[in-house]
């Protein structure tokens, strides 16, 4: 079964910084680029990142504090946050990408920041 | 990017078909096939329902159906059912490896 499982959500101060994890199994990760969608409480989706070997790409409010990357050994793809704000607090979602289409995605991690 | 405009509501009877408008603008979906939609049960990841504007994934149900006409798209459920009832994203690709989303549409089987 094709799975995406992500983790390392959590608790964090305005100014902190996390790391979440998504871990792909089913599927060959290394063929497909991927994406983070992050979901505010009571909101909507939105896209903040992409990345497909060497090239990345970013939403404007992430730019500059958020860092995507993967590691096709462990199947793996990572977001790196830094400098936290409550605007950042949401859920989390990896989302695979096929042909400009999010085909499979992760159950998601929540990410809270407040003081 | 702004986001794309959905109504925040849409109803309908069992039955019934309802439709839920997408608007964007010539840089997303007037300028790209790769408009997606997505349901989202309360406390679940959403799932992809219709690609490329009018494609459906194998399992999805035929009375999902999807439109384009130039900056608009369009959602349609056919003989809404109880088990429809979710909330529902437009999402159109926009160019230089980024996406936008719209609001969400909650719908309700009455």
């Known amino acids: 079964e094709e799975q995406l499982v992500e983790s390392g959500g959590g608790f964090v101060q305005p100014g902190g910084s996390l790391r979440l994890s998504c871990e792909a199994s089913?599927?060959?990760?290394?063929?497909?680029?991927m994406n983070w969608v992050r979901q505010a409480p009571g909101k909507g989706l939105e896209w903040i990142s992409y990345?497909?070997?060497?090239?990345?790409y970013y939403a404007d409010p992430v730019k500059g504090r958020f860092t995507i990357s993967r590691d096709n050994v462990r199947n793996s793809l990572f977001l790196q946050m830094n400098s936290l704000a409550a605007e950042d607090t949401a859920v989390y979602y990896c989302?695979?990408?096929?042909?400009?289409?999010?085909?499979?995605w992760g159950q998601g991690t929540m990410v809270t920041v407040s003081s | 990017q702004s986001a794309l405009t959905q109504p925040p509501s849409a109803s309908g009877s069992p039955g019934q078909s309802v439709a839920i408008s997408c608007a964007g603008t010539s840089s997303d979906i007037g300028a790209y096939k790769y408009v997606s939609w997505y349901q989202q049960y309360s406390g679940k990841a959403p799932k992809l329902i219709i690609y490329?504007?009018?494609k459906r994934p194998s399992g999805v149900p035929d009375r999902f159906s999807g439109s384009k006409s130039g900056n608009t798209a369009s959602l349609t459920v056919s003989g809404v059912q109880a088990e429809d009832e979710a909330d529902y994203y437009c999402?159109?690709?926009?160019?230089?490896?980024?996406?936008?989303f719209g609001g969400g549409t909650k719908l309700t089987v009455l």
């Open positions: 089913g599927f060959a990760f290394n063929t497909y680029s």
């Open positions: 990345i497909w070997t060497d090239e990345v």
């Open positions: 490329d504007v009018d």
């Open positions: 989302a695979r990408d096929r042909a400009f289409v999010f085909d499979l």
């Open positions: 999402c159109s690709y926009g160019g230089r490896h980024r996406w936008v």
